[in-house]
T-cell receptor
Framework: GAGVSQSPSNKVTEKGKDVELRCDPI?????LYWYRQRLGQGLEFLIY????????KSGLPSDRFSAERTGESVSTLTIQRTQQEDSAVYLC?????????????????????FGEGSRLTVL | DQQVKQNSPSLSVQEGRISILNCDYT??????FLWYKKYPAEGPTFLIS?????DKNEDGRFTVFLNKSAKHLSLHIVPSQPGDSAVYFC??????????????FGKGTLLTVNP
C-alpha cells in the first residue's frame, strides 16, 4: 500500500494476556519506529529498526515488551502478560532516512510517516 | 522529566486570523525540531521542521521560529483555516548528539479554527 499499515486497529484484551501488534511500513523504507501514546500524553519512543536490527531498545518499558522485524519489512510488537498501564495507542512509523549532518549542514528532513495506530485496551 | 513542553493544551482562533502554537524544550542537545499535525483516528503527519542553524523556516501558510537562547519554538499559521483544526505536536531530536533516530514529543495542543 501507499502508507504505513497497522493491525489490529483496535484490540481489547484481559489483563495477563499476550498481544501482538503488526506494522507494514512503506515499501523501501529502511527505518521503522514504534511509539506509543497514552491518554493525555505525548508520543513516547519505544524502539527503532534499521533494516532488521534494533540498535536501541532502551525505550521499551519493560521486558514484557519485545519487537522484531523481518525481511526489512513487517514488524511485530509483542506485549506479554499485559497490564492495565499498557493501554495506549501504539503507533508505527517508517522513514527513508533520518536527519543527518554532513559538512555542518542538515541533509534531510527525517520525515516519519506514521500509521493510524493500534488502540490497545487492557481490562 | 518532560523535555519538550507544550503548555497550552488547547487554542481557539477565528478563521483568517493567525494561530501561534508554542513549544519549550529543556535539553540543550536538541538541534532539530519538527511539528506534526494529527486528526482524530489518524496518525500524525509531518508539517514542517527547522534545524538549529536557522531561526526561521517557512512553508506556505506555516512558519516555524526557533529561539535557541530561550529554548523556545513556535509555529505560526497564517491565515488559519477550519481544516487546520487538529492536534499539533512539537518534537525534537539530538541529531549531532547521535540520537537522530529518536524524536521526543510534547503532549500536543488542540487547535480549533472557528468559521
Amino acid at each position: 500500500g501507499a502508507g504505513v499499515s497497522q493491525s489490529p486497529s483496535n484490540k481489547v484484551t484481559e489483563k495477563g494476556k499476550d498481544v501482538e501488534l503488526r506494522c507494514d511500513p512503506i515499501s523501501g523504507h529502511t527505518a521503522l519506529y514504534w511509539y506509543r501514546q497514552r491518554l493525555g500524553q505525548g508520543l513516547e519512543f519505544l524502539i527503532y529498526f534499521q533494516g532488521n536490527s534494533a540498535p536501541d531498545k532502551s525505550g521499551l518499558p519493560s521486558d514484557r515488551f519485545s519487537a522484531e522485524r523481518t525481511g526489512e519489512s513487517v514488524s511485530t510488537l509483542t506485549i506479554q502478560r499485559t497490564q492495565q498501564e499498557d493501554s495506549a495507542v501504539y503507533l508505527c512509523a517508517s522513514s527513508l532516512a533520518w536527519p543527518g549532518l554532513a559538512g555542518g549542514r542538515f541533509y534531510s528532513t527525517g520525515e516519519l510517516f506514521f500509521g493510524e495506530g493500534s488502540r490497545l485496551t487492557v481490562l | 522529566d518532560q523535555q519538550v513542553k507544550q503548555n497550552s493544551p488547547s487554542l481557539s482562533v477565528q478563521e483568517g486570523r493567525i494561530s501561534i502554537l508554542n513549544c519549550d524544550y529543556t535539553n540543550s542537545m536538541f538541534d532539530y525540531f519538527l511539528w506534526y499535525k494529527k486528526y482524530p483516528a489518524e496518525g500524525p503527519t509531518f508539517l514542517i521542521s527547522i534545524s538549529s542553524i536557522k531561526d526561521k523556516n517557512e512553508d506556505g501558510r506555516f512558519t516555524v521560529f526557533l529561539n535557541k537562547s530561550a529554548k523556545h519554538l513556535s509555529l505560526h499559521i497564517v491565515p488559519s483555516q477550519p481544516g487546520d483544526s487538529a492536534v499539533y505536536f512539537c518534537a525534537a531530536s539530538a541529531v549531532s548528539g547521535g540520537s537522530n533516530y529518536k524524536l521526543t514529543f510534547g503532549k500536543g495542543t488542540l487547535l480549533t479554527v472557528n468559521p
